[in-house]
């Protein structure tokens, strides 16, 4: 539980299962996976964010993955999902 996964590697992973935990990657075309309860994620331009939201049972509402491109999901920014939409949070 709010445990924390930071990949540098270029195509790596970092995942992160816990309660309020948070998983970061930085090097090109990685991944940072998150499927704990109020989880969070954060990446480099280029990387993959995939997002699980769940109840407070921790029954699994929604699972979606995003590309940070700087625009719409902005780089070295925290993402949770929340009612299935991205969400920034600290």
Same mark, same amino acid.
């Given at each position: 539980?709010?445990?924390?996964?930071?990949?540098?590697?270029?195509?790596?992973?970092?995942?992160?299962?816990?309660? =309020?935990?948070?998983?970061?990657?930085?090097?090109?075309?990685?991944?940072?996976?998150?499927?704990?309860?109020?989880?969070?994620?954060?990446?480099? =331009?280029?990387?993959?964010?995939?997002?699980?939201?769940?109840?407070?049972?921790?029954?699994?509402?929604?699972?979606?993955? =995003?590309?940070?491109?700087?625009?719409?999901?902005?780089?070295?920014?925290?993402?949770?999902?929340?009612?299935?939409k991205?969400?920034?949070?600290?």
């Amino acid at each position: 539980d709010q445990s924390a996964a930071t990949n540098t590697g270029d195509q790596s992973a970092a995942t992160n299962t816990g309660y =309020k935990s948070a998983a970061t990657v930085e090097g090109k075309n990685s991944i940072a996976i998150v499927t704990g309860y109020k989880s969070k994620a954060s990446g480099k =331009k280029g990387c993959w964010l995939v997002l699980t939201e769940r109840d407070s049972d921790e029954i699994i509402l929604s699972v979606k993955a =995003k590309k940070v491109d700087g625009k719409r999901i902005k780089e070295n920014t925290f993402y949770e999902l929340i009612d299935g939409k991205f969400t920034v949070v600290d």
